[in-house]
T-cell receptor, first 111, second 109 residues
């Protein structure tokens, strides 16, 4: 069964600190992996997209890694800001039109 | 600006009533999707369409219906057969990357 699991379920950090979110997947066939940021009551917005051959990709303070052998991905947020408070969703594409969503990690950044 | 427009943002449904959520995209994408999001759960696929005049059921299609008469438009009707419709509904479209609308909140009153 295709599955995407994210951890932790929720996380609270202080402003300025770094954090790492995890995504483990069992999806076949694997096409690519995306991280999205979703503010409460809004639609998800893409942060990064990674294909099978990519190990690391950055987007400003967000850095995603992918280990296709262990089927794990992480999203590292550097120097967190209050505006980083949101849910972060890992999405794995199993081919055209087929997307498997994780349940997300809810991040709260405190001043 | 290119993007996906969902309307209305908030909608209230009475028992036994059908309601329709609108989704319009100007990204020239062939594929469009409807997802349902409940608190603490991942997105679940209701219906998707790969091309005009064609659509397929997703994982939770019961109680919902769609149409795809134009490439830009993919409306979702929540019928009275859907017994627990209160949720956040997301429309999306894709080519290489999936893009989402801002979502619509549906509440049963």
């Amino acid at each position: 069964k295709n599955q995407v699991e994210q951890s932790p379920q929720s996380l609270i950090i202080l402003e300025g600190k770094n954090c790492t979110l995890q995504c483990n997947y069992t999806v076949s066939p694997f096409s690519n992996l995306r991280w999205y940021k979703q503010d409460t009551g809004r639609g998800p917005v893409s942060l990064t997209i990674m294909t099978f051959s990519e190990n690391t990709k950055s987007n400003g303070r967000y850095t995603a890694t992918l280990d296709a052998d262990t089927k794990q991905s992480s999203l590292h947020i550097t120097a967190s800001q209050l505006s980083d408070s949101a849910s972060y969703i890992c999405v794995v594409s199993a081919g055209t039109y087929k997307y498997i969503f994780g349940t997300g990690t809810r991040l709260k950044v405190l001043a | 600006d290119g993007g996906i427009t969902q309307s209305p943002k908030y909608l209230f449904r009475k028992e036994g009533q059908n309601v329709t959520l609108s989704c319009e995209q100007n990204l020239n994408h062939d594929a469009m999707y409807w997802y349902r999001q409940d608190p603490g759960q991942g997105l679940r696929l209701i219906y998707y369409s790969q091309i005009v005049n064609d659509f397929q059921k997703g994982d939770i299609a019961e109680g919902y219906s769609v149409s795809r008469e134009k490439k830009e438009s993919f409306p979702l009707t929540v019928t009275s057969a859907q017994k627990n419709p209160t949720a956040f509904y997301l429309c999306a479209s894709s080519r290489d990357t999936i893009y989402f609308g801002e979502g619509s909140w549906l509440t049963v009153v």
